[in-house]
C-alpha cells in the first residue's frame, strides 16, 4: 500500500507543478504578446507623424514654386488657369 500511497502523491505533486508551470507560461506569453503590440502601436504612430512632417514639407515645397512664380510680376489668372485645377483658384 505504501508504494501506491507514494504514486498517488507524485503524481498530484506533477499535476500541481504542471498547473503551476503553465499559468507562468501563460503569464509570460502574455507580457511579451503585450510588450509586442505595444512596441507595434508606437511604430504605427511614428510612421503616421513621419507622414504628416512630409505632407506638411511638399505643400512647404510647392507654395514655394508657387511664390517664385509671381515674385517678380503681378499675378496672372490665365497662367494661374494654365497650371493649376480650377478648384484651386475658386478661393
Not at 504542471?18 to 503569464?27: K, M, N, R, V
Not at 503681378?74 to 478648384?87: E, G, K, L, Q, V
Request: net charge negative; charged share 20%; hydrophobic share 45%.
Amino acid at each position: 500500500m505504501e508504494s501506491q500511497t507514494l504514486a498517488a502523491w507524485v503524481q498530484a505533486i506533477g499535476s500541481i507543478a504542471t498547473i503551476i508551470g503553465a499559468y507562468f507560461l501563460g503569464e509570460r506569453q502574455g507580457s511579451i504578446a503585450l510588450r509586442n503590440s505595444r512596441l507595434l502601436a508606437k511604430d504605427a504612430e511614428q510612421i503616421k507623424r513621419d507622414s504628416i512632417l512630409e505632407i506638411a514639407r511638399m505643400a512647404v515645397d510647392r507654395a514655394t514654386e508657387i511664390g517664385a512664380l509671381f515674385a517678380d510680376q503681378p499675378i496672372d489668372t490665365a497662367r494661374m488657369a494654365a497650371n493649376y485645377h480650377p478648384s484651386i483658384l475658386e478661393c
